[in-house]
């Protein structure tokens, strides 16, 4: 019974983290004018890398750097370059 509650519990975050965390933010022209506005469309992820030189794609913050590489940063606060 435990295990069954234990599986559930983990079934149900794993649904809230997939569906409810990953959701965009704002109006699709109030996410072309914000770079830090959450979004799933790649292109408009790359379109304001092109325009802002950052841009936040699946809640994640990506950079463009002064070299013109794309950067992002890890939860351990280094650098991955993409």
């Given at each position: 019974?435990?295990?069954l509650i234990l599986?559930?519990?983990v079934a149900s975050i794993?649904?809230?983290r997939k569906f409810a965390w990953n959701v965009e933010e704002g109006t699709n022209e109030q996410r072309e004018r914000n770079p830090e506005l959450n979004t799933k469309s790649?292109?408009?992820h790359e379109r304001r890398l092109?325009?802002?030189s950052?841009?936040?794609y699946?809640?994640?913050m990506f950079y463009i750097g002064t070299d013109g590489a794309c950067y992002?940063?890890?939860s351990t606060g280094r650098k991955v370059y993409c």
């Open positions: 019974m435990n295990l599986i559930l519990l794993w649904l809230v790649f292109d408009l092109n325009q802002f950052k841009s936040k699946k809640n994640r992002y940063y890890s």
